[in-house]
């Protein structure tokens, strides 16, 4: 609570002009920066959340494999960190930084790095130095071959954020210093100049205010003891004409939603409405989330495997989370396979499942009345 230090100069001869022209009562120095966390760190769990229940999956040829390096990122990428936290992490700092630095450790636990310098060559491989993790620098430099480099866009997200906040932060703030006021308690104090004279009797004065404001602000029942010369009332303001709390929750969403705009994040689904979920979901799924899982998959690929392996077969495949459910695409997936388009095992790779080891599945099959047409002397006519 300030501390009402103008009564000193109340007992001064011709300080009362003084007195209302301090402006520095009414400045607010507050921050508003609340909001613009919780702006961000709404979207940034949001996509965070998502792409953690992605599983990265090992192809070599037709068929899955599940090796050290599934291991690494699908369980433990490190001995600190499961695989959830690990790639919210990543996210986080792709994200809000821009970029993100992963390192392989000698014993090949990946690390990302909280602080690092690239160093950018034209023909030459960039290199990483002053890689910092925790507390930890390393003393080495980490060639580009070496490290899994990601990269979000061409500009930073926060310099954006921050212009947005500029002037949402001063709307906001505005919105509610005047909701503040409007349900305010104000009083006036009455005094009886003669009843302080001495500088004792005024200093003892001061802080018999002070300690009435104080418990006046923070105990819920404040008793005031009557002085001689001295006489508090309180001024209730009945005008509701301030802003509602209303005005303020559309501030803050108005910033959440631009946020979630610059992202990628159908506002709808942060704000859990269930018109056209499917369909946010799906442009949600399509727009944002694959071309993220798109960038991670090529570095991955790249660094892990050759080029000789790749073409091979060798490669990193996520499979991101499913928002469709097997019941609902049973009818499809019947279609398919009855009409010979598919054989099994395609349509279990094309919805995330590993191939079946029955032989079976690999056979075309016609079912129903997918039959070739015969014309009236019995040779083919159509199809």
């Given at each position: 609570?300030?501390?009402?230090?103008f009564?000193?100069?109340?007992?001064?001869?011709n300080?009362?002009l003084g007195?209302?022209?301090d402006?520095?009562?009414?400045?607010?120095v507050?921050?508003?920066i609340h909001?613009?966390?919780l702006?961000?760190?709404?979207?940034?769990?949001?996509?965070?959340?998502t792409?953690?229940?992605?599983?990265?999956?090992?192809?070599?040829?037709?068929?899955?494999?599940?090796?050290?390096?599934?291991?690494?990122?699908?369980?433990?990428p490190?001995?600190?960190?499961?695989?959830s936290?690990?790639?919210?992490?990543?996210?986080?700092?792709?994200?809000?930084?821009?970029?993100?630095?992963?390192?392989?450790?000698?014993?090949?636990?990946l690390?990302?790095?909280?602080?690092?310098?690239?160093?950018?060559?034209?023909?030459?491989?960039d290199t990483?130095?002053k890689?910092?993790?925790?507390?930890?620098?390393?003393?080495r430099?980490?060639?580009q071959?070496?490290v899994?480099?990601?990269?979000?866009?061409?500009?930073k997200?926060?310099?954006l954020i921050?212009?947005?906040?500029?002037?949402?932060?001063?709307l906001?703030g505005?919105?509610?210093?005047?909701q503040?006021?409007?349900?305010?308690?104000?009083?006036?104090?009455d005094m009886?100049?003669?009843?302080?004279?001495?500088e004792?009797?005024?200093a003892?004065l001061?802080?018999?205010?002070?300690?009435?404001?104080?418990?006046i602000?923070?105990k819920?029942v404040?008793?005031?003891p009557?002085?001689?010369?001295?006489?508090y009332?309180?001024?209730?303001g009945?005008?509701?004409?301030?802003?509602?709390?209303?005005?303020?929750?559309?501030?803050?969403?108005?910033?959440l939603d631009?946020?979630a705009?610059?992202?990628?994040?159908?506002?709808s689904?942060?704000?859990g409405?269930?018109?056209?979920v499917e369909k946010?979901?799906?442009?949600?799924?399509?727009f944002?989330i694959?071309?993220?899982?798109?960038?991670?998959?090529?570095?991955a690929?790249?660094?892990?495997f050759?080029?000789k392996?790749?073409?091979?077969?060798?490669?990193?495949?996520?499979k991101?989370?499913s928002?469709?459910?097997?019941?609902?695409l049973a009818?499809?997936?019947?279609k398919l396979?009855s009409s010979?388009?598919f054989?099994?095992?395609?349509i279990?790779?094309e919805v995330?499942?590993?191939?079946?080891?029955?032989?079976?599945?690999?056979?075309?099959?016609?079912?129903k009345?997918y039959t070739e047409m015969?014309?009236?002397e019995?040779g083919?006519?159509?199809?």
């Amino acid at each position: 609570m300030r501390t009402i230090g103008f009564l000193d100069a109340i007992f001064q001869r011709n300080s009362e002009l003084g007195f209302m022209f301090d402006v520095e009562m009414f400045q607010d120095v507050s921050t508003r920066i609340h909001m613009k966390r919780l702006a961000i760190e709404t979207c940034i769990s949001f996509l965070g959340r998502t792409i953690s229940q992605s599983e990265f999956r090992i192809k070599n040829g037709d068929r899955y494999e599940k090796n050290e390096l599934y291991y690494r990122l699908n369980v433990r990428p490190n001995k600190n960190m499961t695989a959830s936290t690990f790639w919210q992490t990543v996210i986080r700092k792709l994200i809000y930084d821009n970029e993100c630095l992963i390192i392989q450790a000698d014993d090949e636990d990946l690390l990302i790095a909280d602080s690092f310098e690239h160093n950018s060559y034209a023909v030459m491989e960039d290199t990483f130095s002053k890689v910092v993790i925790k507390e930890y620098e390393f003393k080495r430099n980490f060639r580009q071959g070496e490290v899994l480099h990601l990269r979000y866009s061409n500009e930073k997200l926060t310099p954006l954020i921050d212009g947005l906040f500029t002037d949402y932060g001063d709307l906001f703030g505005r919105v509610l210093n005047s909701q503040k006021r409007k349900n305010q308690i104000r009083g006036t104090v009455d005094m009886d100049m003669l009843a302080a004279k001495t500088e004792k009797q005024q200093a003892k004065l001061q802080e018999f205010i002070d300690n009435m404001y104080k418990a006046i602000g923070e105990k819920d029942v404040a008793i005031i003891p009557q002085q001689p010369g001295f006489k508090y009332s309180e001024i209730t303001g009945s005008s509701n004409n301030g802003q509602s709390v209303d005005e303020i929750n559309k501030v803050t969403n108005g910033f959440l939603d631009q946020v979630a705009m610059v992202i990628g994040i159908p506002i709808s689904l942060l704000h859990g409405d269930m018109a056209d979920v499917e369909k946010n979901t799906k442009n949600y799924m399509l727009f944002t989330i694959s071309p993220l899982l798109k960038k991670i998959s090529d570095e991955a690929n790249v660094k892990f495997f050759t080029a000789k392996e790749y073409l091979a077969g060798k490669k990193v495949i996520i499979k991101s989370m499913s928002y469709h459910s097997l019941f609902d695409l049973a009818t499809s997936i019947d279609k398919l396979i009855s009409s010979s388009a598919f054989t099994g095992n395609e349509i279990r790779l094309e919805v995330g499942y590993e191939p079946s080891t029955d032989s079976n599945l690999d056979k075309h099959f016609i079912t129903k009345n997918y039959t070739e047409m015969q014309n009236d002397e019995g040779g083919e006519k159509e199809k």
